[in-house]
Nanobody
Framework: QVQLVESGGGSVQAGGSLRLSCAASRNTNTRYCMGWFRQAPGKEREEVAVMYTATGSTYYRDSVKGRFTISGDNAKNTRYLQMNSLKPEDSAMYYC?????????????????????????WGQGTQVTVSS
C-alpha cells in the first residue's frame, strides 16, 4: 500500500507558475511509475505527466510539453509537478498516482490514453485554478 498526499494547488493568473507536490508514505524511488493526472468539471480525466523512477524516463501530454516538468526528491519520497506558463485550460483537480513498474514495458503501458487504469494508488487531489 502507498498513501499519496498532494499539495501546492491554488489560484494563479495566466502565465503564472505553481509547483505541486506528491508525498508518498513509502519508498517509491525504484521501479515505480509516478503520474500526474487532472480532471476538470464535465471533462474526462487526462494524463498529464508520468515518470519511471528506475530510468528517469518521462512522458508529457502534448498540451503541457515545454511548460510542465515532473521531478522527484528521493530523500523525501516526494514527486513534483512544476507548472509554468499556466493557461486557463490548465484549471482542474490534479491527482498524483503511483504503481510499481518492474520493467520499462510496465511504464509504457501506463502512458497514453488508457494509462490511468493501470495505476493502483491515488491521492486525494489538489485544485489548480488559472484565471485569464
Amino acid at each position: 500500500q502507498v498513501q499519496l498526499v498532494e499539495s501546492g494547488g491554488g489560484s494563479v493568473q495566466a502565465g503564472g507558475s505553481l509547483r505541486l507536490s506528491c508525498a508518498a508514505s513509502r519508498n517509491t524511488n525504484t521501479r515505480y511509475c509516478m503520474g500526474w493526472f487532472r480532471q476538470a468539471p464535465g471533462k474526462e480525466r487526462e494524463e498529464v505527466a508520468v515518470m519511471y523512477t528506475a530510468t528517469g524516463s518521462t512522458y508529457y501530454r502534448d498540451s503541457v510539453k515545454g511548460r510542465f516538468t515532473i521531478s522527484g526528491d528521493n530523500a523525501k519520497n516526494t514527486r513534483y509537478l512544476q507548472m509554468n506558463s499556466l493557461k486557463p485550460e490548465d484549471s482542474a483537480m490534479y491527482y498524483c498516482a503511483a504503481d510499481p513498474c518492474l520493467t520499462y514495458s510496465d511504464y509504457v503501458k501506463r502512458i497514453g490514453p488508457n494509462g490511468a487504469s493501470f495505476f493502483r494508488y491515488w491521492g486525494q487531489g489538489t485544485q489548480v485554478t488559472v484565471s485569464s
